[in-house]
């Protein structure tokens, strides 16, 4: 209760003030007269009483003002006029308050920018129940199929294997699955009746297959309707039902209330809506496009449009597994290797099992050594953290830096400032006002800047995160990041806006204390100014010398990323980079057969070579470069692999013109041609890498080998060898194995399994589908892509073309972040070097205006001008030499951290090195320079005038 | 703001102006005037100490105060005691009685 009295009675002061203060007076004048009155009882005359009674009171203002302070409101009403004067100071400055503003906001708005990356990809959890009991079993980054590998190799599995997980999860809460990679299907959203409609236009987005569990173990509760559940996935062919996105509701739904149970159509097959997840929830795999939709595994070759991948026993390896921690193994060590153990053992047991009679004991060996690491999955599985975390680290410590610098400038302004102001401060420490009061207003008078600074900070790094979100989401619609700051990144951008404050502000405040009132109210102002002490001129130059350090760090960053990112593009890729288009599409997704693809592709080829402009035309499964591929083990007649030897090779099968096309050599025998049709001999081309690992002596041409997969088993012919491509990544050192087959040779039909019953009817082989055609243009390519549109449309108008772009952007995707980073580290070396450019000439300039008199007096006994320069640019130059000195070593040691993120040169480059010291000591010559011409320019009679 | 003999001994000012008002409600002037005379002129309390005390204590709800005319008809502030007030006076005085007690002994010994 107390507390509430004080605080309502100091808030009846604070707005009541015009009453408070009439009666304090009165009760003042009250006092005053029963004084007097008692006074004049005790037998003094009026007068004397008066005066006697004035004397005890002393000064009714000074009474009034003791009075005052008992209440806390006071301390507010000081804060308040502390704020208004520190507002009217800077008002006054309006140069200063700019320049502070600016650097800033600049500054701070850098740091929210990246941090509001950074805690969208690095830190958020997933949003779901105790995301810290979530494991991913292997690293579950990789995609696509696979067939050949040891069970959670590339962190996939098959589906029998986790049907048997998720059956019997041992030590864990549960165990669940889901398809690794969230192909696109073709989606038509339901008609007013409620009813899938075939004849509104389909919307391609990206579906994920999850198991029936899958919800229930990640512990995300939809927003309405239900979840999927063990009833949906029971049974392969069955459970038509689908989970939406809330960003898929919302905007290709519009959010339609009654969408749960209403059916869309996916791939053409109607599935009736059961539930709409929350706004934040992506899945447990974070990716750039997140999923629109979640539907059964059970639903698998509907929507991936395969034939089945759910059998018995065995089956292709295309799941991710993940699974929930008991209570125990998350909080102790031990029970988690239990966990790890069981794991370890189900999955050699199945090994064992599958490989039977015929395992060596070498295998047997190898196989008790097979573990599949329980990765936490706290925060989801994100291609985005794996692809720019370190990016966003480095660039976390670079803008950290530029604000360091930024502080340093601020503390020379405010120290200089603190120096002219010292008789201001002198005199009023003279009149009574406390030391404590005078930090106080030189503090509010920082956390004012450092506020308004990370105000305008927070606006721009929103417009800048949009524009990093931009880039780094290559064009795509919709990704799961929002430039807006959260509660996390307003708490962020408050806390470092008050260190900063607190950083460029407490020095300046202390030397102000400590200014004493009688040597500076009876010196003269320049005099005044010039007798700080060695102390106050060292704390200038050594935020100066800092600050030329951290450029120098800086800039050699900037120039290491800027390096690395020529040289990626410089190198030899081994193909065409310049005139080259290239684009996907997706026949299957427009309900063609296999058996309809040769016609097709013969029609796609002849009508696009006919477009003015062309060169040539070619179909092929993959890009001469591209991330995901299609690979298999091959097997060579001849020659024997060493134990564990992997013989894996990318594949790529290719129409008859794609070498000349993609502008990759031949450099023996021949390339694969438009003659090898489906009748003649099956012919295949390798690379040199595949020519020089399997047929060192020089003899590949003309002979076979044969793949594992066995759809396209073969044995295949080889008639030539072409040139080693950068096939998966501009930075591979080591060149990637690569088999390329005619498309036209692919077999009808799959291969039939030889333990299917007999009279099994095989399958058409979805191997004869292309995914993508290149196209070489005479001129600029992107310039062909509305008639390469056009002429597409006219040969099949519902055929998808899911992406097209030139050879040139697509190689660009893959150093996204090494453009990114050596953009963004060299504007901010930039920055930085200006920021102490502007430093360091306000330090020369204000320690000239210092020393005006003692300049004036020098050339007044006869010094000559280039003495008087290089008095003040040598003191210049010795703040560079030891800016440099201590530097160097300093950007060496800095520099080993990102040496893993450099491309074609070391960590220490000497040009990089090189040019950085020429760029920073022409910016400390140049600002020291004007200054040191102004000092040669003094006028020796205005300067003695002076004081 | 050295020590004075008229200053009071450091901390008992609220308790000397509780005891004071227990007798009767009072105004500033008569508080000052009764602590004088009551020390036989040994304290004396100015309104710069005595009234931001008086102020204190009616946050902190030890005291209250109203206007009201005077003996010789003008308008003033009395200022009385409250329930809160009274057991803070009796905490404070059994608190002193203890604190001097212990410090006689100490220049006795």
């Known amino acids: 209760m107390g507390i509430f009295t004080r605080i309502s009675a100091g808030l009846r002061a604070l707005t009541n003030r015009g009453r408070v203060e009439r009666e304090m007076d009165e009760e003042l004048r009250g006092f005053i007269d029963a004084s007097i009155e008692q006074k004049r009882r005790a037998g003094l005359t009026p007068d004397e009483a008066a005066r006697v009674a004035r004397i005890e009171m002393g000064s009714p203002n000074a009474v009034k003002h003791h009075i005052r302070s008992a209440g806390w409101e006071t301390a507010i009403e000081n804060l308040w006029q502390d704020t208004r004067f520190s507002l009217r100071g800077l008002a006054k400055s309006p140069g200063f308050t700019v320049i502070a503003l600016l650097s800033l906001a600049l500054g701070i708005g850098g740091n929210t920018a990246i941090f509001t990356l950074i805690n969208q990809v690095l830190l958020r959890n997933l949003p779901v129940r105790n995301p810290e009991q979530l494991v991913t079993f292997g690293r579950n980054n990789g995609s696509g199929i696979a067939g050949g590998i040891d069970l959670g190799s590339y962190g996939l599995f098959p589906w029998y294997f986790t049907r048997h997980l998720q059956q019997d999860p041992g030590p864990f809460q549960g165990i669940a699955s889901y398809c690794s990679f969230s192909d696109k299907v073709s989606i038509r959203p339901p008609s007013a009746n409620g009813v899938s409609d075939m004849s509104s236009p389909a919307i391609l987005g990206p579906a994920s297959l999850v198991s029936g569990n899958y919800f229930t173990i990640i512990g995300a509760q939809p927003f309405m309707g239900r979840a999927l559940n063990l009833t949906d996935d029971a049974t392969p062919g069955t459970g038509a039902v689908v989970v939406l996105s809330h960003h898929f509701w919302q905007h290709s739904l519009s959010s339609d209330p009654a969408i749960l149970g209403k059916t869309i159509s996916i791939n053409g097959t109607p599935f009736a809506v059961i539930g709409v997840m929350p706004e934040a929830f992506h899945g447990l795999k974070q990716e750039l496009e997140p999923p629109d939709l979640w539907a059964p595994i059970s639903m698998q070759t509907v929507v991936l449009k395969q034939p089945t991948l759910l059998t018995a026993n065995d089956g292709a390896y295309f799941l991710h597994v993940f699974g929930r921690l008991s209570k125990e193994a998350t909080a102790n060590q031990g029970a988690l290797a239990q966990s790890q153990n069981w794991l370890d053992q189900q999955i050699r047991a199945d090994i064992r099992s599958h490989e039977g009679a015929k395992l060596t004991p070498e295998r047997q060996q190898e196989i008790s050594r097979i573990t599949v690491p329980l990765i936490s999955a706290t925060r989801g599985v994100s291609t985005l953290r794996n692809r720019y975390g370190g990016t966003l680290t480095i660039l976390m410590c670079v803008v950290g830096l530029v604000l360091l610098i930024a502080c340093a400038n601020l503390a020379n302004f405010l120290l200089a400032r603190a120096a002219t102001r010292r008789r201001e401060i002198a005199t009023r420490l003279a009149l009574g006002s406390s030391r404590g009061r005078i930090v106080r207003q030189s503090l509010i008078e920082t956390f004012l800047l450092s506020l308004f600074g990370g105000l305008l900070g927070l606006g721009l790094a929103f417009a800048a995160t949009r524009a990093l979100i931009t880039f780094v989401s290559h064009g795509s619609a919709y990704i799961a990041m929002d430039p807006a700051p959260d509660a996390v990144v307003l708490a962020f951008t408050l806390g470092v806006s008050l260190l900063t404050g607190l950083l460029f502000g407490l020095a300046p405040a202390i030397i102000a204390a400590r200014t004493g009132a009688a040597a500076n109210l009876s010196a003269g102002s320049r005099t005044a100014q010039s007798s700080g002490g060695k102390q106050a001129r060292f704390w200038p130059k050594a935020l100066v010398t800092a600050q030329v350090m951290l450029s120098l760090l800086l800039l050699v960053g900037a120039g290491l990323f800027l390096r690395t990112l020529r040289n990626l593009e410089n190198q030899d890729y081994g193909f065409e980079r310049t005139h080259l288009l290239i684009a996907n599409f997706n026949a299957k997704l427009a309900g063609y057969k296999p058996s309809q693809t040769p016609a097709l592709h013969q029609q796609l080829l002849e009508r696009l070579s006919a477009l003015p402009g062309v060169q040539s035309v070619a179909l092929a499964l993959t890009p001469p470069i591209s991330a995901g591929n299609w690979s298999s083990n091959i097997d060579v007649p001849g020659y024997t692999p060493a134990p564990k030897e992997n013989t894996n090779t990318n594949l790529n099968r290719v129409s008859g013109t794609y070498f000349q096309t993609a502008g990759i050599s031949i450099v023996a025998g021949r390339a694969i041609n438009d003659a090898d049709t489906l009748n003649r001999q099956k012919v295949a081309v390798i690379n040199q890498t595949v020519a020089k690992h399997f047929f060192p002596k020089g003899d590949a041409v003309g002979r076979t080998l044969l793949i594992g997969i066995g759809d396209v088993k073969g044995p295949w012919q080889i008639v030539g060898i072409a040139r080693d491509t950068k096939s998966s990544d501009p930075r591979e050192t080591e060149t990637q194995r690569m088999l390329y087959l005619p498309l036209a040779q692919i077999e009808p039909l799959s291969a039939v399994d030889p333990t299917a019953p007999t009279g099994t009817v095989p399958e058409e082989n979805q191997d004869r589908f292309a995914g993508l055609i290149v196209l070489r243009t005479t001129g600029d390519p992107a310039h062909s892509i509305i008639d390469f549109r056009a002429a597409v449309a006219s040969v099949d108008p519902n055929l998808p073309l899911t992406k097209i772009a030139t050879i040139r952007e697509e190689v660009e995707d893959f150093m996204s972040h090494d453009q990114l980073i050596s953009t963004l580290t060299g504007f901010f070396a930039l920055l930085a070097l200006l920021l102490a450019a502007i430093g360091l000439y306000g330090v020369m300039s204000y320690n000239v205006v210092r020393r005006t008199s003692e300049i004036g007096i020098r050339i007044a006994l006869g010094a000559q001008k280039s003495v008087v320069q290089w008095m003040v640019l040598g003191e210049s130059l010795l703040l560079l030499a030891i800016g440099v000195g201590v530097g160097l070593p300093l950007t060496y040691a800095a520099t080993h951290y990102i040496e893993s993120q450099l491309f074609g040169l070391r960590a220490f480059d000497p040009l990089t090195f090189s040019i950085a010291l020429i760029v920073v000591s022409s910016m400390t010559l140049l600002a020291a320079w004007l200054p040191a011409r102004r000092a040669s320019r003094v006028d020796p009679m205005v300067a003695l005038r002076c004081d | ?109």
């Open chain 2, 1 to 109: 703001m050295g020590s004075n003999p008229g200053d009071v001994v450091q901390g008992t000012l609220e308790m000397l102006i509780l005891k004071t008002l227990a007798l009767e409600p009072m105004h500033g002037y008569g508080v000052a005037l009764r602590i004088e005379q009551v020390s036989e002129g040994v304290f004396r309390v100015n309104p710069g100490s005595l009234l931001p005390a008086l102020l204190r204590m009616e946050r902190a709800g030890s005291v209250k105060s109203e206007w009201r005319s005077t003996e010789n008809n003008r308008r003033a502030k009395y200022y009385m005691l409250t329930a809160r007030g009274r057991k803070a006076l009796k905490d404070e005085t059994s608190a002193w009685g203890r604190q001097t007690a212990a410090i006689a002994r100490i220049l006795e010994a």
